[in-house]
């Protein structure tokens, strides 16, 4: 990260348990602003749980979380979506039934001035009467290339264009930094090669502050500037993506869940 900028986000000796079990133990990491970042470990390391910490669905046993310089450790999720953070969930969490349009304007009802959209589209920024939410979601589904689904509904959607539904709606809230848990999940590998280079895409063209957690490790160091490597809840490395596959203690992390053959890491 450059010393120049002061972190967007700061994960400062992060642990959590629950019960007996040690989920995070000691997790610091920054991004600095416009970074794209990949939060990767085998499965069970705790990427979900830091996520879940850092937008509020739970509280850490110790450590704190800096948004924007200011403690948010603690806050309630909607309190941090409200500052500018938004997320896609491991598993698709979609309402089926209702038209694709309508799932992504579910996001686009926090408060806040005019954000990178309003800048890229060239609306107008004062108010945001249904109407406009509506405009909105659809010139989302456009950058995603969904606006000829914006009527069908959701549930009947190939299950790739359903993640960048999910997608689209975390990018609708405009926020300042944006946390992708497994969005390739469940992908075959057509749609995880187009959804990575949406992502770099949309990283590129908007300057999103993004942490990725991501399980396709093709996709994630072809995308991202750095890496945050955790294992059984601890720092492992960090570094750019030729580093982190240069590292000893990574191919041995790996290789040590591996040995029964081919297995999803991240
Ligand atoms: N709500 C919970 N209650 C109990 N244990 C949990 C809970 N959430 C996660 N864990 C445990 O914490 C560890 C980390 O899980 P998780 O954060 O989901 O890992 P990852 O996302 O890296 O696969 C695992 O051992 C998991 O079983
Ligand atoms: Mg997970």
Redesign the pocket.
């Known amino acids: 990260m450059p010393s120049s900028s002061s972190p967007l986000l700061k994960v400062d000796r992060l642990a959590k348990s ?2 007996g ?1 040690r ?1 995070l133990d000691g997790i610091d990491f920054a991004l600095a602003p416009g970074e794209l970042v990949g939060l990767i ?1 085998p ?8 996520f879940n910490i850092v937008t509020g669905v739970l509280k850490p046993s110790s450590g704190r979380i800096l948004f924007e310089g200011a403690e948010v450790t603690g806050n309630r999720p909607e309190t941090n979506a409200a500052l500018g953070m938004a997320r896609t969930f491991q598993n698709i969490r979609l309402f089926n039934d209702l038209p694709v349009i309508d799932n992504v304007m579910v996001g686009l009802h926090r408060k806040r001035g005019p954000g990178f959209l309003a800048t890229v589209l060239g609306l107008p920024a004062a108010r945001r009467s249904e109407a406009a939410i509506r405009v909105r979601a659809t010139e989302v589904l456009g950058i995603l290339g969904l606006k000829k689904r914006a009527g069908e509904r959701v549930g009947s959607l190939p299950y790739g264009d359903q993640r960048k539904v999910e997608f689209a709606r975390a990018l609708a809230s405009e926020p300042t930094l944006l946390l992708l848990d497994e969005p390739t999940a469940g992908m075959n590998p057509y749609e995880t090669a187009d959804l990575g280079a949406t992502i770099e895409r949309l990283h590129r063209e908007l300057g999103i502050t993004t942490l990725l ?1 991501e399980h396709d490790m093709k996709m994630v160091m072809g995308i991202c500037q750095r890496l945050v490597v955790i294992n059984q ?1 601890r720092m492992l490395a960090e570094g750019t993506p030729a580093e982190i596959r240069a590292d000893a203690r990574v191919v041995e992390a790996y290789l040590g869940h591996g040995r029964k053959g081919r297995h999803a890491v991240g």
């Open positions: 629950f019960g079990v989920a470990g499965n069970g390391s705790g990427k979900t749980t830091a957690v809840g």
